[in-house]
Structures are given as C-alpha cells and as structure tokens.
C-alpha cells in the first residue's frame, strides 16, 4: 500500500461509524483520538481483522474514584483520581501516576495505550497503564500531598500489585510519593512490598539510575541517530523544551557527548544562548527559582520559538501536542528526540512524513528508558537483589539499542517513518500474545 499524504491523512481519522464510539465515549480527549488515529493507521497497515482491533486497542479497565481529604486549615476537599489498566496479556500493568489539575480519563487512557506498545517494543512483561489525579501538587502542602497520595493508593488496592498494576512516578510526582504508596499497601497487606511501585528512593528499595533512566536513554538514543544519518554530535547544536527530570537530564547527558544545549524552556518561560547555556548554573537557577526563566547569560525565549529554532537536535520534553500542523514546517533541526509522550499531533506527522531531512526518534522508543528502568527495579525487588548503577546503565543500553536496531531496520526495509516501525513492532506483539492465549469464554 503506498502511503501519500493524502492517504495518510485520511487513514489518520477516526470513522464515524466505529461501533465502539458510543460505549467508549468517556475517553473521549484530543489525546486519545490521536493514539487511536495512530493505532489505526498501524492496524490498517498490518491487515490486522476487524474482530481483533477493538480488543487491542481499547482499555482493558479503568477506575475513577473520589478523593476526600482534610486540607491543613480544616476544610474538607474532594479530588478526582483516575486509573487506566489498558491490558493485561503480557503480565502486570506498568505506567505512572500524575498529579496536575488537567488530568482526565481521556488523557490517561492514551497514555496507558502508548505505554503498552512501548513495553512491548522493548519485549518487557508489562501491559500499559497510567494514573492520574486532578490536583496542582504546587497548590498542596507536603501534608496535604501525602493525604491525597495515601487516600488515591487506599482506592486502588483492589486493582493493584505487585502481579498486577505497578505504579510509577510521572508528572507531579516523584520518589516521596512512591514512597507513601509503598507504605499505605505494605501496610494494608501486613509486610513490606517494595515491588507495588518502581521510581522509589533506593532506600527503600529502589534502583540505582532510576530517576536519570528516560534522559540518560534519550542521550544514547540520539547519538545512535546522528550515527544513523551522518551527523557529527561533537558539533550539534540542541533545544529543549521542558526542563523536569527528563529535559534536565537528558541536556546533561547530550552535553556529555558534546552537544551545545543552546535553548531551554519550561511552562514559566525559556532562554537561548547561542554560544551555549551553562548547565550546571541553570540547574543551580532552576533550583532557588523553580524555573528557567530569567537565567543570567541568555536571551529571553518562548515555546513556540523554541520549537522553530534552527538547532541539530530539537528535544520535546514536556507534554502532549506541542508539534502541530502549525510549526510542523516551520521545524530547523535535523533530528527530533520525543522525550515527552505523544508531542507530535497526526495531523504534523504527515508534513514531516515529507521532510526527509528531519529524522524523528519517537516517543515510544526515546523516552523508553525509564520504565525499561522501573522493569529492573521491579525484577530487583521480586528479588532482594539490588545491581549496581553501572549495570543498570549497561543493561539499558542494550535494551534500547535492540529496540533501535530493529525500528530502524522495518522502517528502511519497508519505507515508513521511524514511528510507524516502532507502532508496528510493538502492536503486533501484543497482537500476536492475544492470538496465543485466545479469548476466554
């Protein structure tokens, strides 16, 4: 099947006729019609039979449960939370948990959905999932974070552990909240179960390299993809947009191969330095400032000049939909790096499916490397045997560098984007798990 432009943007649309619109409206969010648009266009491509794909693409199951807490000056407030296990073949359900005020069920079941084919691209023994709640942690004491945190796990105890659903840090949250997770299950069940969450302090259980795993993998990944096409990463230029635990972390991890960060930006503002930021002051800004912005030494700059910017390497590394049909050809940069989940909307897949020079990594495989992480973490806890970091690190290089391999490979030997391979990879096997297992009656 040859795929124009033209084709690709009708395939990318959802039909409206699908039957399973009506019963699956309470997903209904841009971002997941556009991971359905995605798998779609995959399915499409793999002849995968209509009796199959309502299966494979629609979650398994999803809670939504309400969240009393005292706040610290008496009052009482209810917050919503949310879970999405998507599916359940492979073993236990892995993803992470958000604290931010816009989370729906929507937004979560893409992400569950992504995860999925993510684990499976890189043959981990996970289905997808993902958990939200609808808060601002900025807004919240530590207190009142630790309420919501404990109450959101106390609700989720039915649907969760350590066989089950294993739960993550994501954005919002971080090692302290797995912490409190960790506890209130142990607690429920009597003993310590440092496997019910991944992304914990290592003191408890935890895993050595955990928290750099998604930036240090976005590292690897686009110095394998200036190998790729022939770029010297000695004299790249990159922009970041996002600096959280894996914008930061992947900036120094670029760094380390040479790479000249010339722009960052986060959700309070960005700045720009030609010559190249001084990352170690900017982590020591962004420390006493919580931001970016008003970094001495650079030029004030937005998001959306961020993400025109003429640069070698553009890192996507905040959240979903920022590359659009908008910028999409306005975009100056040789390769791009999706360290954010779901950056790029259908709609800019199909300009940039016409820019050869522009070579995407893309989200399912580039920001891979923190769950392979929480996978070892996991394995290490089942265990109660703990690897040191330099192992950790070498073992994850392996793991992407297959998945690399091999998305790299479909995509030069059947002529698609890098992102249709990688969608591929991972779709057909959990295709091909639930063939083998069948459907129970």
């Not at 105890?157 to 409190?180: S, Y």
């Not at 300009?351 to 920001?367: A, M, Y």
């Not at 703990?386 to 793991?399: A, M, S």
């Not at 779709?427 to 009656?441: S, T, Y």
Request: charged share 20%; aromatic share 8%; glycine share 8%.
């Amino acid at each position: 099947m040859q795929l124009t432009s033209r084709t690709l943007f009708s395939l990318y649309q959802i039909p409206a006729t699908d039957p399973m619109m009506p019963a699956m409206e309470i997903y209904d969010h841009p971002t997941f019609r556009m991971a359905c648009q995605q798998f779609d266009l995959v399915a499409d491509r793999l002849q995968m039979p209509a009796a199959e794909r309502d299966r494979i693409k629609y979650p398994k199951r999803a809670m939504t449960v309400a969240l009393p807490i005292h706040r610290d000056d008496g009052s009482t407030q209810v917050f919503t939370g949310y879970r999405v296990q998507h599916h359940l073949t492979l073993g236990p359900t892995k993803g992470g948990l958000r604290f931010h005020p816009d989370v729906t069920i929507g937004e979560v079941a893409a992400l569950a959905m992504w995860m999925s084919w993510k684990c499976a691209l890189t043959g981990l023994p996970y289905g997808g999932a993902k958990g939200g709640v609808a808060c601002d942690p900025g807004k919240l004491s530590i207190t009142e974070l630790e309420r919501v945190t404990r109450r959101y796990t106390q609700e989720m105890i039915p649907f969760i552990g350590p066989q089950v659903d294993v739960m993550a840090p994501d954005l919002g949250t971080n090692e302290q909240i797995m912490a409190w997770m960790m506890d209130t299950y142990s607690v429920h069940v009597g003993a310590t179960v440092p496997s019910i969450v991944t992304g914990k302090p290592v003191a408890l259980g935890g895993s050595l390299g955990r928290r750099e795993a998604t930036g240090r993998g976005v590292g690897y990944l686009v110095n394998r993809a200036t190998d790729t096409i022939g770029l010297d990463i000695s004299k790249a230029t990159a922009a970041i947009q996002g600096f959280g635990n894996v914008g930061s972390v992947a900036a120094l991890s670029l760094a380390r191969y040479g790479v000249k960060i010339v722009a960052v930006t986060d959700a309070f503002g960005g700045v720009y330095n030609s010559n190249g930021l001084d990352l170690w002051g900017l982590e020591k800004h962004v420390a006493g400032n919580k931001t970016v912005a008003g970094f001495a030494e650079a030029e004030p700059i937005t998001n959306d000049q961020l993400l025109v910017l003429p640069c070698d390497i553009l890192v996507p590394a905040a959240i979903e939909r920022q590359i659009t049909a908008d910028n999409a050809p306005k975009i100056q940069c040789r390769i791009i790096a999706e360290a954010a989940n779901g950056p790029t909307t259908p709609e800019a897949d199909v300009i940039l499916d016409q820019r050869s020079e522009i070579f995407i990594i893309p989200d399912v495989l580039c920001n891979a490397g923190g769950v392979v992480v929480s996978y070892f973490e996991w394995v290490q806890d089942l265990q109660s045997f703990f690897w040191g970091e330099t192992e950790v690190v070498d073992k994850l290089f392996r793991i992407l560098e297959t998945a690399y391999t091999q998305v790299v490979s479909l995509s030069r030997k059947q002529k698609i984007s890098m992102r249709l391979a990688a969608l591929s990879l991972g779709i057909k096997r959990v295709q091909e798990a639930k063939r083998l297992r069948g459907l129970f009656p």
